[in-house]
Structures are given as structure tokens and as C-alpha cells.
């Protein structure tokens, strides 16, 4: 089934975070990730506010989390750890 990986991030390092962005795209690329949205306008209704929102749909919840601890990926997010706070999650889409 397919799936969605949903990121929330607030940037705190700008520059950092830009060579996270360089190369996380084409880690999700490579396991079959598409963006359906990247950082567009947003309505926070609940929880805390995360001013950048990030989903990518990947072919199952497998390839979502292969991608997350693929080496490609891994070192992209070496740039990210101390330039952002995040939560990231794996959905599974019904049918």
C-alpha cells in the first residue's frame, strides 16, 4: 500500500539546512519518493506549529523507511540534525 512521509521542521540554521535539502531530494528520488508538498502555505488547527511541512508518497511504507536509512539519505540528514527541529512520520494510505 502506499504511503506518505510527513515531515515538520523549523529551520534554526538556514545554510546547513540547505545542503540537507541538495541532497535529500534525490535520496527520496532514488526509492521512488515524490513531493506532494514542500514547505507551501499551511493552516496549523492543533498541536505545535512547525513553519515548514514536507510530504513525499512512496510506493509502501517499506520504501519510505529504506529510504530514511539508506546511506544517501543518511548523510543528507547528517546537515540537517543540528540545523532543525523535526518530527518525521511514515503513514500507510488507506486502499
Same mark, same amino acid.
Given at each position: 500500500m502506499p504511503a506518505l512521509w510527513i515531515a515538520h521542521v523549523t529551520v534554526t540554521d538556514e545554510d546547513a539546512y540547505g545542503k540537507y535539502a541538495k541532497l535529500a *531530494?534525490? +535520496?527520496? +528520488? +532514488?526509492? *521512488?519518493g515524490s513531493f506532494l508538498a514542500r514547505g507551501g502555505r499551511f493552516v496549523q488547527l492543533e498541536g505545535k506549529e512547525r513553519p515548514r511541512n514536507v510530504v513525499a508518497r512512496f510506493v509502501s511504507v517499506e520504501d519510505a523507511v529504506d529510504c530514511y536509512n539508506s546511506d544517501a539519505y543518511q548523510e543528507a540528514l547528517s546537515h540537517a540534525k543540528d540545523a532543525s527541529e523535526r518530527e518525521l512520520m511514515v503513514v500507510e494510505i488507506d486502499g
Open positions: *531530494g534525490p +535520496a527520496i +528520488a +532514488a526509492h *521512488g
